[in-house]
T-cell receptor, first 113, second 112 residues
Framework: ETGVTQTPRHLVMGMTNKKSLKCEQH?????MYWYKQSAKKPLELMFV???????ENNSVPSRFSPECPNSSHLFLHLHTLQPEDSALYLC????????????FGEGSRLTVL | AQSVTQLGSHVSVSEGALVLLRCNYS??????LFWYVQYPNQGLQLLLK??????LVKGINGFEAEFKKSETSFHLTKPSAHMSDAAEYFC??????????FGTGTRLLVSP
């Protein structure tokens, strides 16, 4: 139990579907992140939020839409995805200081058919 | 730009043998360096980190790493491997405010 909870753990969707991934942290952190983990590729930072404000969008396609209503919750809204978007999506949080110590959730395994 | 190179996508050891996972970094400023571990079907967990001070850093589960500036390396070691150490290990460098750059990972296989 890392204090970061992601739901759902597994998701299968068609290319025309709309779905959302949810992340919740119980650590009192101020920064939250979305990472994409694909086979044989380095972890890709997608978005960063600090005190609910987006501070980083790493050239992510608009079919991925993040939402951070407060410092404890982070969503990733998905629509018209492509099969190459199939991956493990990891949420993480940090205190907000520049030490790089991230606390990760267990991930949401997404399969796009 | 900062980057991390992990040598070897797979490393196999026998139980009880020395574990050595290699990581080299590139950074134009003094780096913060990290090792994370990912067990099957789980997220990443911090093993250890180097920020400043002592160059030999001890982490959880008996792992340690040494920061060698002259070699731009931050290799991860453990004197005696356990079956439970089988996982994927990621080296990472901090590039600035809240940005971590990860290596491609090394999968450690431990045989009885």
């Amino acid at each position: 139990e890392t204090g970061v909870t992601q739901t759902p753990r597994h998701l299968v969707m068609g290319m025309t579907n709309k779905k959302s991934l949810k992340c919740e942290q119980h650590l009192g952190h101020n920064a939250m992140y979305w990472y994409k983990q694909s086979a044989k590729k380095p972890l890709e930072l997608m978005f960063v939020y600090n005190f609910k404000e987006q501070t980083e969008n790493n050239s992510v396609p608009s079919r991925f839409s993040p939402e951070c209503p407060n410092s404890s919750h982070l969503f990733l809204h998905l629509h018209t995805l492509q099969p190459e978007d199939s991956a493990l999506y990891l949420c993480a949080s940090s205190l907000g200081q520049d030490t790089g110590e991230l606390f990760f959730g267990e991930g949401s395994r997404l399969t796009v058919l | 730009a900062q980057s991390v190179t992990q040598l070897g996508s797979h490393v196999s050891v026998s139980e009880g043998a020395l574990v050595l996972l290699r990581c080299n970094y590139s950074s134009s400023v003094p780096p913060y360096l990290f090792w994370y571990v990912q067990y099957p079907n789980q997220g990443l967990q911090l093993l250890l980190k180097y920020t400043t001070g002592a160059t030999l850093v001890k982490g959880i589960n008996g792992f340690e790493a040494e920061f060698k500036k002259s070699e731009t390396s931050f290799h991860l070691t453990k004197p005696s491997a356990h079956m439970s150490d089988a996982a994927e290990y990621f080296c990472a460098v901090n590039t600035g405010f809240q940005k971590l750059v990860f290596g491609t990972g090394t999968r450690l296989l431990v045989s009885p």
